[in-house]
């Protein structure tokens, strides 16, 4: 708690222990029995220390149980019960199945208050994304749009390309002629997939600008559309691009 202070980070994550998928339900239980008990520990803590930098600080707490409801159940009403300004929903794509997920989240918003952010942990694809979005997230965090760039794999509206694939080698069009970032429209596919074969670093810069651009774009278009009132059908629509393989 202290380290985070220190560094001064605007949310304060709670400790928590992340079981592992799969495991039994009595690791779970005593899992989640630890993670409560440090909770009251870093709210204490959080009481006993000021902010350094003239700014306010959050604590998060975070909500686990594996992929048992009724311990999802105990952890969310557990966590709501703290009136914390965010909450956090851990241990979730690590493993399980996207089926899973999803009834766990959809469990733990129910519960949840409103009012309050939602941060769910480590997720995900766009379409594990929009798919939480319409369960009533509102915060993500994943490594997947840097470290699949790196792997050669570029998120699109149209589905997903792996740029190690053969099939782009003369393929001179733009890189990603729907891409608003800088790399869609002056590399070519041809050129992407020339420089992942040459091993060159370059591969993984413009890969990786285009996969973090995507996901903002994709987060603030559905923002829009939430507003708009048709982010439902939208979602189902562009779920079903989203997880093509081009």
């Excluded at 241990?91 to 949840?112: A, D, F």
């Excluded at 997720?123 to 792997?151: H, K, Q």
């Excluded at 923002?223 to 562009?238: L, M, Y």
């Amino acid at each position: 708690m202290d380290i985070q202070r220190i560094i001064g980070a605007d949310i304060i994550m709670a400790f928590d222990e992340c079981p592992p998928y799969p495991c039994e339900k009595a690791y779970a239980k005593n899992s989640l029995a630890i993670t409560n008990r440090w909770l009251d520990r870093c709210f204490a803590r959080l009481s006993e220390t000021e902010p350094l930098y003239g700014h306010h600080q959050s604590l998060f707490p975070i909500i686990q149980g594996s992929v048992f409801a009724d311990l999802r159940k105990e952890s969310a009403e557990f966590v709501a019960s703290k009136n914390a300004e965010g909450n956090a929903i851990g241990g979730l794509s690590v493993g399980e199945s996207h089926e899973q997920m999803y009834e766990m989240t959809e469990l733990v918003c129910g519960i949840l208050p409103k009012d309050k952010p939602r941060y769910l942990m480590g997720v995900g694809t766009p379409a594990n994304i929009l798919e939480s979005i319409a369960l009533g997230v509102d915060m993500f965090d994943c490594v997947m749009p840097t470290r699949n760039a790196r792997n050669g794999q570029l998120f699109t509206w149209n589905g997903v390309m792996n740029m190690r694939n053969k099939k782009w080698e003369n393929d001179f069009s733009p890189l990603d002629p729907d891409g608003e970032s800088y790399v869609d429209s002056f590399y070519s596919k041809a050129y992407v997939r020339h420089l992942f074969a040459a091993e060159e670093l370059l591969a993984l810069q413009i890969a990786t600008a285009h996969n973090l651009n995507f996901y903002l774009r994709l987060v603030r278009k559905a923002r829009e559309k939430i507003i708009e009132g048709t982010f439902a059908q939208w979602k189902n629509e562009t779920v079903q691009k989203l997880t093509q393989r081009l």
